[in-house]
């Protein structure tokens, strides 16, 4: 049964009078957690997790531990396993998460709970945060700044031939559990239980030696290679279809789960095998958004920054206002043009404010007439958005205003801000599975962020 939170520890509370002091920082977000819609929005996506989950069973990890120790992961960047020993280990983070002196939650259990919670539910909560802070009078939302960046999926740099290997090591790893599973109960033979790993690293090795090389002799070898690459990924395939079939047959859940591993990657690799075969053999130029990256990240984009920075994962966009916090994000799919994100943005800071902002900017990228005539009609006053290539003399002039050039150089932050979150909160690369755990990884970085830069602003104020 899922619990609120645990009663307050007397005992403890004496013991950590006599220990150091909270973080002054830490001590201004703890305040902040106590905000009861925020439990709410978790504790709402937490009950979800069985029909009967707030009514019977036994006492669950406490709501308000679950979300106070997600937070501590993200301020500080740890890992799930780290986050459970520093937890454990530390009385203040132990007050700060409400544990007290019962057990701490380890890092599986902390792990399935996380998963419970959506996407836009961390939209919500993103808001709810923004709104405190303009309570506080950390913001007022008077000046926007817009940029967006790429967070990476946790995969390595792809080709061809590392796709074809990876396919065949998932599946014939499965192969191998299923023979165990299976035992004496099957009447298939040896043969298609077969793990073809070995041979698929060899060709993938000596495809990437082959291919490095820039000798018409060396590429037709690697050519050659990649057929038997093909080949040894197909007859995998084949091998997977004969023991999904067996597996389906069976009742145990132990064979059910391998049929819905295979039946999830088989179409994968199938498609990185028409891939290779259009790439490599028919020379033709397959779109981004047909390819495939990796057969564990489906979801992952190919980004080009320019034309020597290709990154692999998903283009985020930000909304900065003044004070420091990031009022809206976006996971965008593909890889759109910079221009389609001004309109988005502003139409989302007057809800969330209800009012334009007076002053808002973006790079250059994002310029274009539309873009500004929007900002204008809509109320903005001070419109930042320099014109790439030539410009006019009334152009030129209406850059070099004062104002102009000071909105430049405020706008310059928004690469700071960036950076923090990438360095600091996770950004840079995102370590969980799937869309839905993409989408989750930014939000909480970029509520964390949130989080600290409140707390550090209360601190300063308070000085």
């Keep these: 049964m899922l619990v609120d939170r645990y009663e307050k520890d007397k005992f403890f509370m004496k013991i950590i009078r006599l220990t150091t002091d909270m973080d002054p920082v830490l001590a201004q977000i703890d305040q902040i957690l106590e905000d009861e819609d925020i439990f709410e929005m978790i504790k709402a996506d937490l009950s979800k997790r069985y029909p009967l989950t707030t009514v019977t069973g036994r006492n669950s990890t406490p709501a308000e531990v679950i979300l106070r120790m997600l937070v501590v992961k993200r301020l500080y960047n740890f890992s799930y396993e780290m986050t459970e020993y520093h937890v454990r280990d530390s009385l203040v983070l132990r007050l700060f998460c409400r544990v007290y002196l019962n057990n701490v939650p380890d890092d599986t259990t902390l792990i399935k709970w996380a998963n419970l919670i959506q996407p836009e539910t ?63 109960s099957t009447d298939l033979t ?31 070898r690697g050519i050659k290679t990649y057929q038997k690459l093909v080949k040894i990924t ?31 990657f088989i179409p994968r690799v199938e498609k990185v095998i028409d891939q290779t075969v259009r790439r490599v053999f028919e020379g033709e130029k397959v779109p981004a958004s047909e390819k495939v990256v990796s057969i564990f990240e489906l979801h992952t984009d190919i980004v080009n920054r320019s034309k020597r920075d290709t990154r692999f994962g998903h283009k985020v966009w930000l909304d900065e206002v003044d004070g420091g916090i990031i009022s809206n994000y976006r996971v965008l799919e593909g890889n759109p043009n910079d221009k389609t994100q001004w309109q988005p943005s502003l139409e989302r800071h007057v809800v969330v404010f209800g009012k334009p902002p007076d002053q808002v900017s973006a790079d ?29 003399k009334v152009r030129r002039e209406l850059e070099k205003q004062p104002w102009f050039k000071r909105g430049r150089r405020w706008h310059n ?51």
């Design 234 to 264: 197909q007859e995998s395939v084949a091998q997977a279809r004969q023991v999904l079939a067996e597996l389906k047959e069976a009742a145990s859940t132990q064979m059910q789960q391998l049929a819905d591993t295979l039946e999830t």
């Design 413 to 463: 932050g928004v690469e700071g801000r960036i950076s923090v979150l990438k360095r600091r909160h996770g950004l840079r690369r995102c370590l969980d599975h799937g869309r839905p755990g993409f989408e989750r990884w930014v939000g909480w970085g970029i509520i964390s962020g949130n989080l600290a830069v409140i707390g550090r602003a209360e601190v300063a104020r308070s000085r």
């Design 122 to 184: 961390l939209q919500q909560l993103n808001l709810r945060v923004t709104e405190l802070a303009t309570a506080l009078k950390v913001t007022k939302g008077r000046k926007l700044r817009t940029d967006g960046t790429v967070v990476e999926s946790n995969i390595h740099a792809p080709s061809d031939s590392s796709l074809l290997a990876d396919s065949v090591r998932v599946i014939g790893r499965t192969l191998s559990r299923a023979k165990a599973v299976l035992g004496e």
């Design 190 to 220: 040896k043969e298609v239980f077969r793990n073809r790993v070995r041979s698929a690293k060899w060709a993938a090795r000596q495809i990437g030696e082959a291919m490095s090389k820039r000798s018409e002799t060396a590429r037709a």
């Design 364 to 392: 250059r990228g994002v310029h274009s007439q539309a873009n500004e005539d929007f900002a204008k009609e809509l109320g903005v006053k001070r419109v930042i958005l320099p014109k790439p290539g030539y410009k006019s």
